[in-house]
Structures are given as C-alpha cells and as structure tokens.
C-alpha cells in the first residue's frame, strides 16, 4: 500500500504562485519505484492531468494548459513530490491531488489507472 498526503493549498491572487507538496509512504512506493503525478478537479469538471515525474526524476510532463508555469519534482530521499505553480490563474483553481502508479500509466494521463490518491488540497485563485 501507499499513503499519500498533500498540502500547501491556499487562496492566492491572479499571477501569484503556490508550491504544493505530497509526502508519500508505504513499502509498494519504495520497492515499486513508483512515479508521481498531480491531477485537479474542479467543481462540476472531471478530474484532469497536470503533471508526472518518473521515478528517477529524468523524465516530466505536463498538460498543455500548465506547461510553461508549473514544475513537478520529487525527492526519493525524502519520499516527497512538490507542484511550484507560478503564475496561477483563476482558470487553476481546483482541489489538486497526488497521485502514484507504475509510470507507464501515469503517462497515459488517465486519471482510472492511478493506483493511489491523496485526499486533496484545494488552490484557489482569486481575480
């Protein structure tokens, strides 16, 4: 099993930026050598894509809606994923969650084939 636990939401302004971060633990994360991906969901959206890192840190990417402004890195050392989010536009706000699974479905950016949440953290960008 793995357990995942966001935080660093919060409201901020338009052009204003947040860093989220994922503490992940559990044995199948190690010894699976899991990547690690951010999806969001907004009210009355369906959960989307926004960013993957393999498990080495060698290999990202993003949605075309965040590419650009938002970078995912991770620390194996710490068991750790984070989200910088710059520039963050009203069109972000959404609950963000972590997400875990073998990389060849991460990439496939559907959010049925993650094998592990976070229970979410809500960004809200405000106008």
């Known amino acids: 099993q793995v357990q995942l636990e966001e935080s660093g939401g919060g409201l901020v302004q338009t052009g204003g930026s947040l860093r989220l971060s994922c503490a992940a633990s559990?044995?199948?994360?190690?010894?699976?050598?899991?990547?690690m991906g951010w999806f969001r969901q907004a009210p009355g959206k369906e959960r989307e894509f926004v960013a993957v890192?393999?498990?080495?840190?060698?290999?990202?990417f993003y949605a075309d809606s965040v590419k650009g402004r938002f970078t995912i890195s991770r620390d194996n050392v710490k068991n750790m994923v984070y989200l910088q989010m710059n520039n963050l536009k009203p069109e972000d706000t959404a609950v963000y969650y972590c997400?875990?699974?073998?990389?060849?479905?991460?990439?496939?950016?559907?959010?049925?084939?993650?094998?592990?949440w976070g229970k979410g953290t809500l960004v809200t960008v405000s106008s």
């Open positions: 890192i393999s498990w080495s840190g060698d290999s990202t």
């Open positions: 559990g044995r199948t994360f190690s010894s699976n050598a899991m990547a």
């Open positions: 997400a875990a699974a073998p990389f060849i479905r991460l990439i496939t950016k559907k959010a049925p084939l993650v094998d592990y």
